[in-house]
């Protein structure tokens, strides 16, 4: 990634491994983030010729107020559904409160900030009946300074004095020629002070075409400056590195990236890779990873399943809501979809959180037991 973010474009054959003979042909763009809305012209362009998103709205999901109840003389169970078109993403279940504080983030890739809407709905978890939504035309995001709105008070469409707090934020998408990332960063002293630590990982990714988030998922995408990220391009570099520096033996093990953020509170998981699962009766598994937060046992969280997998490489980020870590763990199964075990359980670790330093990534790999 580092190559293409210094040369802008590249066009490459690559030879394909694990088979006598093929090469597959890959044309690579960087794309960088921009706050100017006069770029939206070129990447309207763009998104017409190879179908690529032209912006990305990043949404802060703070809290709602003053929900009203699913049922009369009870305080909803409540969770946020935020949709544009049919991507579609869902917070964390908070219970037994009309006013919960989500402090989530969201990011959506965007079509036309110009003509396409945010919908927020709001839901109760026990009766799945909607309690109040809204809907907030991106053009008025695109219009403001920065094209940012921060704490924004919005009104829920109830008769009631229900409001959800969040913060918008749009970026086009620019493509970024030889040599300009480097440029930049030289234009910017002043960011580069207050991130003294900032690394190459922590440089805007390379964004795909399209994104879809499923329950408990999280998509990999980051915005330079953001405390919470943990980067794409890391992530996809490690997630390399694990199929080729992974255990020799067979023993089954999984290699994750965790990182809490004690100012967001926030437990940041990465599923990056499996090896070494077993075949049974001949048949290869389709593996899958499922995690929560123990004692209470939070919301799961799981991956997609990999066809015919004993090595599967998932490179998928998931948020944990934490106060703090102390006696928490991570309990990380994996199991296989296909259930033609006695169990679908094919291995689990337990992974204590106490000692995970604020704010520091760790990438490891750990041992699964049955």
Known sequence: MSLVRREGTIDIWLELEDVRKGQ????LTWLGFSENPAVLKEAMELSQNYGVATSLLTIR???AKNLPPAKEGHKPDPYAILSIGKKQQESVTLEKTDSPVYEETFHFLVNNPLTDTLIVKMMDRKSSAEIGSLKQSLDTVFARPSMTMEKQSLILNVRSEARVVMDMRLRILQV??????????????KEEENNPKQTEAEAEPLL??????????????????????????????????????????????????????????????????????????????D?????????????????????????????????????????????????????????????????????LHTGNAITNWYPLVQ
């Open 61 to 63: 999901l703070d809290s």
């Open 287 to 355: 593996p899958y990873v499922k995690m929560y937060i123990l004692p209470e046992k939070s919301k799961k969280h799981k991956t997609e399943a990999q066809k015919d997998q004993t090595d599967p490489v998932y490179d998928e980020r998931f948020d944990f809501p934490l106060l703090d870590l102390h006696g928490k763990t991570l309990h990380v199964q994996v199991c296989d979809k296909k259930f033609m075990r006695k169990s679908p359980n094919m291995g689990q670790a337990f992974i204590p959180l106490d000692d």
């Open 176 to 189: 970024k020629g030889k040599g300009e990332w480097e440029a930049e960063q030289e234009e910017e002293p």
């Open 208 to 285: 795909p075409a399209t994104s879809t988030q499923h329950e408990g998922s999280s998509e990999t995408i980051s915005l330079s400056g953001e405390e919470d990220r943990v980067e794409e391009t890391k992530t996809t570099e490690l997630a390399t590195s694990a199929l080729k520096t992974g255990p020799s033996d067979n023993e089954m093990k999984i290699r994750l990236t965790i990182r809490y953020s004690a100012q967001t509170q926030m437990l940041v998981v990465v599923v990056i890779t499996v090896n070494g699962l077993p075949i049974y009766k001949d048949e290869l598994p």
């Open 24 to 27: 597959i042909h890959l044309k």
